[in-house]
């Protein structure tokens, strides 16, 4: 009953659903052309290029386009040109004065780093564009099919290849505006969610096919770990531990102080999906090695082994290393020490200054190393779960940036909507308390 009545309750509220329905529209159209095939191309000749990307970094890429990269769709290359863009934009944000004057520009700012990340975009798309048609062509021809990649040709797909993504960007800025949640996350969201019904029924197909016996008994297994993963993802994307700060309140000439305690939420995941990221960048290099090399023994056949120890083993390493070095450049103790005393305000037993940003500091690595950990055994989850039997697809839900994604994504527009809601004196959708999103803002990473 209290499901229906949220559902009423959201049908009934006429800006909710005009964006409701939106957002839905602009996403079948995404979906729509994820099947849109590259002119000149078979779709019969593409089994080699879904055979290619059915692992590894390919998986992850073609998991991300809603399986358009398999299908040389015009939507190949997906957002994440773009979100490499962005990416390179925050960083860049983080170390030249430059960008930190347009971060601190407000509006003005904003619109003019956004404008920065469209340009380097298109230029990553440049690049990637003849890069994915050579791969393509050499893809088809394995298979034994001829594909004519004339300089012209390229240069067509390429433009075709880079319009594409950019029209998905604005399908995304218009989700941005006129329908529910971040349109780039929920882009890739709608990207990951479509391969998963295929993952699930191939998973629950190969248990039934099991001539081992109690195939089904072991599928509602994987599906009962599943949510306990996911239900541990939530409470790392969530995660927070409350400093708390009292804030000064000199007493009619006296030195004692009051005031209610106000708290500094400090994340215990502050980095969220990046050091994931950039450990992937750098543990695929041994991968793009191996091409070069005849030599598949030793660090490069450990290092190409995405199910091996040894190459998990580092992963996580590096995962947890980059946790803390992401942290250190985002949270700032020396910044919210100063911030809190040009608020007047003090943490109860420590002094102002630099004790301040030592405590600080001290109580932010603490929190970081169990986030750092957890996120790293996030990281390597898939490839256990590979290790123990389930497939590839069904195989990459159990965790990594896939699933950290989905359930960011899934939290920030549960709390879009409950907000909207709640400002029309509706119901919350849980009585237990109000939806925790990842942060204030809802960017996919």
Same mark, same amino acid.
């Given at each position: 009953?209290? #499901?229906?009545?949220? +559902?009423?309750? &959201?049908?009934?509220?006429?800006? $909710?659903?005009?964006?409701?329905?939106?957002?839905?529209?602009?996403?079948? =159209?995404?979906?729509?052309?994820?099947?849109?095939?590259?002119?000149?191309?078979?779709?019969?000749?593409?089994?080699? %290029?879904?055979?290619?990307? /059915?692992?590894?970094? *390919?998986?992850?890429?073609?998991? #991300? /386009?809603?399986?358009?990269?398999?299908?040389? /769709?015009i939507f190949a290359l997906g957002i994440m040109p773009y979100i490499t863009a962005s990416i390179v934009i925050q960083l860049l944000g983080m170390v030249l004065p430059a960008f930190q004057k347009m971060q601190r520009e407000g509006e003005s700012g904003r619109m003019k780093l956004n404008q920065y990340t469209r340009y380097l975009t298109v230029l990553i798309l440049l690049v990637q564009g003849p890069a994915y048609l050579l791969n393509l062509k050499y893809q088809v021809s394995a298979a034994g099919v001829a594909i004519d990649m004339n300089f012209w040709n390229v240069l067509f797909m390429t433009i075709v290849l880079a319009a594409g993504s950019m029209f998905i960007m604005w399908l995304g800025e218009r989700i941005d505006q006129k329908g529910i949640g971040n349109g780039i996350s929920f882009i890739i969201l709608i990207g990951i969610m479509a391969r998963f019904p295929e993952a699930v029924f191939q998973e629950f197909t190969s248990r039934l096919l099991n001539s081992a016996g109690g195939g089904l008994v072991i599928f509602l297994v994987e599906l009962i770990i599943l949510v306990a993963v996911i239900a541990g993802a939530v409470l790392l994307v969530q995660g927070t531990r409350k400093v708390p700060v009292q804030y000064a309140k000199r007493i009619q000439g006296n030195k004692q102080y009051g005031g209610a305690?106000?708290?500094?939420?400090?994340? =215990?995941?502050?980095?969220?999906?990046?050091?994931?990221?950039?450990?992937?960048? &750098? *543990? #695929?290099?041994?991968?793009?090695?191996?091409?070069?090399?005849?030599?598949?023994?030793?660090?490069?056949?450990?290092?190409?082994?995405?199910y091996g120890f040894w190459y998990n083993l580092v992963y996580f390493i590096m995962?947890?290393?980059?946790?803390? #070095?992401?942290?250190?450049?985002?949270?700032?103790?020396?910044? *919210?020490?100063?911030?809190?005393?040009?608020?007047?305000?003090?943490?109860?037993?420590?002094?102002?200054?630099?004790?301040?940003?030592?405590?600080?500091?001290?109580?932010?690595?603490?929190i970081t190393l169990p986030g750092s950990?957890?996120?790293?055994?996030?990281?390597?989850?898939?490839?256990?779960?590979?290790? +123990?039997?389930?497939?590839?697809?069904?195989?990459?839900?159990?965790?990594?940036? /896939? $699933? %950290?994604?989905? =359930?960011?994504?899934?939290?920030?527009?549960?709390?879009?909507?409950?907000?909207? %809601?709640? *400002?029309?004196?509706?119901?919350?959708?849980?009585?237990?308390?109000?939806?925790?999103?990842r942060t204030t803002g809802s960017g996919a990473f």
């Open positions: 009953m209290g #499901f229906t009545q949220t +559902i009423k309750n &959201i049908w009934s509220v006429d800006d $909710l659903r005009r964006r409701l329905g939106i957002t839905i529209l602009l996403v079948i =159209v995404y979906r729509f052309g994820c099947y849109v095939v590259l002119p000149g191309i078979n779709p019969n000749d593409l089994t080699a %290029l879904k055979n290619f990307t /059915s692992d590894g970094l *390919m998986q992850l890429l073609d998991m #991300f /386009s809603g399986g358009a990269f398999s299908q040389a /769709s305690r106000q708290y500094i939420p400090l994340k =215990v995941n502050a980095a969220g999906v990046m050091p994931i990221i950039f450990a992937q960048a &750098i *543990m #695929f290099i041994p991968v793009t090695m191996v091409g070069f090399t005849t030599n598949h023994t030793g660090f490069f056949g450990a290092m190409t082994n995405l995962i947890v290393a980059f946790t803390y #070095f992401y942290t250190a450049i985002t949270v700032r103790p020396a910044q *919210m020490a100063e911030d809190m005393k040009r608020n007047n305000g003090f943490i109860p037993g420590v002094k102002p200054g630099k004790p301040t940003v030592e405590y600080l500091d001290s109580i932010m690595s603490r950990i957890f996120l790293g055994i996030v990281a390597i989850l898939p490839a256990i779960a590979h290790v +123990i039997g389930l497939n590839r697809q069904f195989a990459a839900f159990f965790g990594g940036t /896939s $699933l %950290l994604i989905m =359930v960011g994504v899934i939290l920030d527009t549960l709390r879009i909507i409950e907000g909207h %809601l709640l *400002m029309r004196h509706y119901d919350g959708l849980m009585k237990e308390g109000r939806i925790k999103g």
